[in-house]
């Protein structure tokens, strides 16, 4: 599937499309099929969201958002060196897949 | 050290309510992100993996107990209680708001610091030795020459659109501990015949294509220093390619043109400035000179009680010869074995910032090789010192062995990485700390770069290691014999690249050439010149 | 006769000089060095600036075109005709945003034409940003070494 990506114009922290707004967590992403470029134009525009991009990502059995590429699941959790620091997530089986 | 004077206060405030302007401007939709970005890289933030990176200047490496603990405090109000000391002697910042940029750039200036041009297309933050005005071995403290460099880089108004970002390093002595012909233009100050002059080479660099800087002249009289460098900028801004940002780098148009072309072109240049009067005054290095002047050191203890093995061994390791023979400059290690090379929690930072005030008279250096520097410790003080870096986890005694890795941010906080540094610097350190092997190796260093643009300055390494992206998952390049010394060259590459386990087996694989074949009083490097990169490959790869 | 850019002059937002603007469209670097009569030229990024000096005297107006903001070899251009003496306008053209004015007016530009309109009270802001300098350029302007050092 393909979710969209970006960070915060303020805060800089790292937001993902949830269908209506911009969520600090991964799992909430949603499929934006053809719509991706529309919606990055309109939520750029906006100032709701700094430099988005659309990626692939795949649904795991528990039901968590994975993004493809090892980039996109560091900025889905933090750094893996300090995971004191991690964004807080249901999922718990994160750091398994990240790298 | 340097203090701002009314002036330089007022440009750094300026700077401040510029940025705050600008950031303004950004929020209120006024600028978009592509005009915008070039001003806050100019004020050193980056949009990076997970926030805002800021990046603060600490010009020539020096600051003194009360900038410190600014930065500590910042870590704490800011950010998330650390900072990343780096290889060009700045602190990063790595979970920074936009909204609060201002704010901080504002509490910085109350201490005379700030992060003008440590980032964007422009002059950056000029690095020096780290040893500078403690050295035995130095014609003359380079610092005036960086400062004095500091005030004609900062907002000059031809140099702020540059093909690409422009690094100057200034040292004063033969030994090279600032990487200085590394840089776009390196400098070094010396002395002909009683008089002092500058020695200027250009178009050195890592990055993708790394190029150690040819000497473009060997002397350039002091008052005409500011002169000369204006005239390099020149050519390189008319004439540095702006068609490909790869190819942008001063060293590219140095190794298009040749050095000779390029000499020849400075040369016109640097004669027409010469005669449009461009050099500051010359009581003006004269004042900044008069800020670096010696602390009072007073005689005392030149030996010290080695009884305590440890103790020994960390003055053997993490003390430098300091031109006053009761002092010595200790050398605080941001590596300990298995940690995040460079990184230092708020505590640490205040831990350290009091032991300058004690016992160094209030000074502190950022090293290349991102640890921190006791400049002037007398040597009767050395044990307390000691104690207390021991105490904070700051007492590693480590320095310019292979767990004195310098690792780059790599994946876990760079959004230009390929692949992650940090965890191989930490399991790398971790392992020979383990079994003992890091003394019996002696002087390596290990420079570890997630990505080719190379700020973990990996083609400088005894042993370098570059990790790239191999169809979606980390793979480390090795190389051998770089040095960034004064015996400068670039490491080349062994062969095909391993995954993260075999990349530290291969490690320790070359470091097992080096003890079977070295003699006696050979380093690593010392060895790989001599016996060249076959024994390793053979190691490496051999049946 | 083709040698002009096509173009009326720009429109100008800001103008630090008392004298009549040039009235007419300015030529390329090539044409101006072929054409005696010119009086106007425009300056790319590529063009070396050098190549007027001959032609100083006749020139009363120098455009130099930014056509992206971040190409900064215009800063050169305009500081090089400076310091060969020539005291007619330079006029910034094209993408000049707010936060270029002051170190272009440090530069020697005397007049600009942003391609887009500024706003008038941020460029107000933007031209005012230094009250002292640390470098000498085109301006002029005694820097803060000079002031430190004033007898």
Redesign the interface.
């Known amino acids: 599937m393909k979710i969209l990506t970006g960070n915060d114009l303020r805060s800089g922290a790292v937001t993902w499309w949830n269908g209506s707004g911009w969520s600090l967590f991964v799992d909430d992403a949603v499929d934006v099929g053809e719509e991706a470029e529309e919606i990055l134009a309109r939520e750029e525009a906006a100032r709701r969201v700094n430099v988005p991009y659309a990626i692939e990502a795949s649904i795991d059995a528990a039901g968590h958002v994975r993004p493809a590429h090892i980039k996109d699941r560091v900025r889905a959790l933090g750094p893996t060196v300090r995971r004191d620091l991690a964004v807080p997530t249901a999922d718990k089986t994160g750091w398994d897949w990240v790298i | 050290m340097y203090r701002y004077?009314s002036?330089?206060q007022?440009?750094v405030d300026?700077r401040v309510e510029?940025f705050r302007?600008?950031a303004r401007?950004?929020?209120e939709?006024?600028l978009t992100?592509d005009?915008f970005k070039?001003?806050r890289l100019m004020n050193g933030l980056y949009?990076?993996?997970?926030?805002?990176m800021l990046r603060v200047a600490i010009p020539y490496g020096t600051l003194d107990s009360r900038q410190m603990l600014m930065l500590a405090d910042i870590a704490e109000k800011y950010d998330?209680g650390y900072g990343h000391f780096t290889t060009r002697q700045n602190i990063q910042y790595?979970?920074?708001?936009?909204?609060d940029a201002a704010d901080i750039l504002a509490d910085l200036a109350t201490v005379e610091m700030h992060a003008i041009q440590t980032s964007g297309?422009c002059i950056r933050n000029i690095s020096s030795d780290h040893f500078a005005g403690a050295a035995a071995d130095e014609v003359v403290d380079p610092r005036p020459y960086a400062e004095l460099m500091r005030?004609?880089s900062?907002?000059?108004?031809?140099?702020?659109?540059?093909?690409r970002k422009f690094k100057i390093a200034v040292i004063a002595s033969e030994k090279d501990r600032a990487a200085m012909r590394l840089h776009d233009i390196g400098v070094r100050i010396v002395k002909r015949d009683g008089e002092i002059g500058a020695q200027f080479y250009a178009g050195g660099g890592m990055g993708r294509t790394p190029m150690i800087a040819p000497l473009i002249r060997d002397f350039v009289p002091i008052d005409q220093f500011i002169t000369y460098a204006e005239a390099c900028l020149?050519v390189y801004?008319?004439y540095g390619r702006?068609d490909n940002k790869y190819k942008a780098r001063i060293k590219i148009l140095v190794h298009e043109l040749g050095a000779a072309e390029y000499i020849r072109q400075v040369e016109e240049e640097f004669a027409?400035l010469l005669s449009?009067?461009?050099?500051?005054?010359r009581?003006?290095l004269a004042?900044i000179a008069a800020h670096f002047a010696d602390p009072a050191f007073v005689d005392g203890p030149k030996t010290l009680d080695r009884s305590d093995p440890d103790f020994a061994l960390w003055v053997d390791r993490n003390t430098h010869r300091h031109k006053h023979d009761a002092y010595v400059s200790a050398v605080i290690s941001l590596k300990p074995a298995g940690g995040?090379p460079g990184d230092a929690t708020a505590e640490q930072m205040r831990v350290v910032a009091k032991l300058a005030k004690d016992y160094s008279f209030d000074e502190l250096r950022v090293m290349h090789t991102q640890n921190l520097l006791l400049p002037h410790v007398a040597i009767r003080d050395l044990h307390a010192v000691w104690s207390a870096l021991d105490a904070a986890g700051l007492g590693a005694p480590n320095m310019d062995t292979i767990e004195d890795i310098i690792a780059c941010p790599g994946?876990?906080?760079c959004?230009l990485?390929n692949a992650?540094s940090?965890?191989l610097a930490?399991r790398i350190s971790e392992r020979f700390a383990e079994t003992g092997r890091t003394e019996v190796v002696g002087e390596l260093k290990l420079k570890i770069s997630g990505c080719i643009n190379a700020c973990g300055h990996h083609h400088a390494g005894h042993i370098g290691i570059l990790g790239v992206?191999k169809k979606?998952?980390?793979n480390y390049q090795l190389s051998l014999g770089g040095s960034e010394a004064e015996d400068v060259s670039l490491a080349k590459i062994t062969g095909p690249g391993f995954d993260e386990d075999g990349v530290i087996a291969a490690v320790e694989k070359v470091t097992d050439v080096y003890l079977a074949a070295r003699t006696e009083g050979e380093r690593f490097l010392d060895t790989y010149r001599r016996i060249g990169m076959e024994p390793f490959k053979e190691a490496l790869y051999g049946q | 006769m083709g040698n002009d850019l096509g173009q009326s002059p720009d429109e100008v937002q800001f103008r630090f000089r008392d004298d009549e603007p040039v009235d007419h469209a300015a030529v390329t670097v090539d044409s101006c060095c072929d054409q005696t009569n010119a009086t106007a030229v425009r300056i790319e990024p590529g063009d070396d600036a050098r190549v007027l000096l001959p032609f100083l005297d006749r020139l009363a107006l120098v455009e130099v075109n930014f056509p992206v903001f971040g190409d900064g070899r215009g800063y050169s251009s305009a500081r090089i005709l400076r310091e060969a003496g020539y005291t007619g306008e330079l006029r910034a053209v094209g993408a000049v945003l707010i936060d270029q004015l002051s170190h272009m007016r440090r530069c020697g530009f005397d007049s600009f034409a942003p391609d887009k309109r500024l706003d008038e009270e941020d460029a107000a802001r933007a031209f005012a940003t230094w009250e002292n300098v640390y470098q000498r350029a085109a301006d002029a302007r005694a820097t803060i070494a000079d002031k430190r050092h004033e007898a």
């Not at chain 2, 949009?47 to 805002?52: D, K, R, S, T």
């Not at chain 2, 790595?94 to 909204?99: A, D, F």
């Not at chain 2, 449009?276 to 005054?281: L, N, T």
């Open positions: 004077d002036y330089d007022a440009m300026a510029e302007d600008q401007r950004r929020l939709g006024k992100e005009q070039p001003l949009l990076q993996l997970h926030a805002y998330r790595n979970w920074i708001k936009l909204e297309n005030q004609w900062s907002f000059h108004p031809e140099f702020t659109y540059l093909p020149r801004n008319r702006r027409h449009v009067g461009v050099e500051p005054p009581e003006e004042r995040i994946l876990d906080y959004s990485a992650r940090i965890p930490q992206d979606g998952t980390e």
